[in-house]
Antibody, heavy 112, light 107 residues
Framework: VQLVETGGGLIQPGGSLRLSCLASGFNIGNTYMSWVRQAPGKGLEWVSIIYSGGSTYYADSVEGRFTVSRDNSKSTLYLQMNNLRVEDTAVYYC???????WGQGTLVTVSS | DIQMTQSPSSLSASVGDRVTITCRASQGISNYLAWYQQKPGKVPKLLIYAASTLHSGVPSRFSGSGSGTDFTLTISSLQPEDVATYYCQKYDSVPRTFGQGTQVEVK
């Protein structure tokens, strides 16, 4: 099993970014998948989840600004992040935590 | 939303000591509780799921217990390689909240 995130970078407040997570070794359509983030020097924060049936849920801190989706044919999970704030600065992990599937993380820095 | 509170926030113990970390949920979550270990600069790793089931490959010195609102992660004999931050996470429902973490150091 491998998860590889891409798409992080430096973005100004109010900007948008899309993270991608390419999965291999399992079928992403058969399980839930999550985004988890970790601000510099801080703890883990659950961000969003997409279930196998397609239902999506978000942390209050990102509700209305972030959208999780997936393309099963491409084995890819996405996180569309709009109206980014300084406090969204973090390493973003694509993960199925209870299966111990984690990507290496991609750093998103929101700064002017 | 259900809050997850870990204690202590940090601890320092000697090699060979028994170490206990607690995680309390503000409402009952049955046994839908996982524990993770994150070493400095590394990706988190699953230690325990379903409150007490040891994940494959995890040393047997780690154990978990509890149900409902009160949970415990125990390291029976602390080793130098156990220096890390430990997190609990509820997964009974959304939001799948993490505890704030417990940093474990070796004296």
């Amino acid at each position: 099993v491998q998860l590889v995130e891409t798409g992080g970078g430096l973005i100004q407040p109010g900007g948008s970014l899309r993270l991608s997570c390419l999965a291999s070794g399992f079928n992403i359509g058969n399980t839930y998948m999550s985004w988890v983030r970790q601000a510099p020097g801080k703890g883990l924060e659950w961000v969003s989840i997409i279930y196998s049936g397609g239902s999506t849920y978000y942390a209050d801190s990102v509700e209305g600004r972030f959208t999780v989706s997936r393309d099963n044919s491409k084995s890819t999970l996405y996180l569309q992040m709009n109206n980014l704030r300084v406090e969204d600065t973090a390493v973003y992990y694509c993960a199925v935590p209870t299966f111990d599937y984690w990507g290496q993380g991609t750093l998103v820095t929101v700064s002017s | 939303d259900i809050q997850m509170t870990q204690s202590p926030s940090s601890l320092s113990a000697s090699v060979g000591d028994r170490v206990t970390i607690t995680c309390r949920a503000s409402q009952g979550i049955s046994n839908y509780l996982a524990w993770y270990q994150q070493k400095p600069g590394k990706v988190p790793k699953l230690l325990i799921y379903a409150a007490s089931t040891l994940h494959s490959g995890v040393p047997s010195r780690f154990s978990g217990s509890g149900s409902g609102t009160d949970f415990t992660l125990t390291i029976s004999s602390l080793q130098p390689e156990d220096v890390a931050t430990y997190y609990c996470q509820k997964y009974d429902s959304v939001p799948r909240t993490f505890g704030q973490g417990t940093q474990v150091e070796v004296k």
